[in-house]
Nanobody, 127 residues
Framework: QLQLVESGGGLVQPGESLRLSCAAS????????MAWFRRAPGKEREGVSA????????YYLDSVSGRFTISKDNAKNTVYLQMSSLQPEDSAIYYC????????????????????WGQGTLVTVSE
């Protein structure tokens, strides 16, 4: 069964950090590009970051570039999103997703390019 399970969300204050994890099962993350999306209240889901199957290339949304880092551990079949200097506007449900094609290139993550999704983990940044 193809599955993604996110964890690591929570309530933090502005300026603090969180690390999200996405554990994959039923496939190997070293064959697929992986991405993180988020959906803030009242907004559409947007692509935040993506990483190639090799882990050599990554993409970041402008608003998170320099603050977020995507990585993967093929041995653990897990993808991570390290988030630093969090701001209230980062509050959202964060979703992990698998590219629909093996070894896909990454750029701005588009919803239709990803076919397996996790259930999401809530990140709230507030005083």
């Amino acid at each position: 069964q193809l599955q993604l399970v996110e964890s690591g969300g929570g309530l933090v204050q502005p300026g603090e950090s969180l690390r999200l994890s996405c554990a994959a099962s039923g496939f190997s993350v070293d064959y697929y590009a992986m991405a993180w999306f988020r959906r803030a209240p009242g907004k559409e889901r947007e692509g935040v970051s993506a990483i190639t199957s090799s882990g050599e290339n990554a993409y970041y949304l402008d608003s998170v570039s320099g603050r977020f880092t995507i990585s993967k551990d093929n041995a653990k079949n897990t993808v991570y999103l390290q988030m630093s200097s969090l701001q209230p506007e980062d509050s959202a449900i964060y979703y992990c997703a698998r590219s629909a094609r093996p070894h896909a290139r990454v750029g701005l993550p588009r919803l239709n390019d990803y076919d397996i999704w996790g259930q999401g983990t809530l990140v709230t940044v507030s005083e």
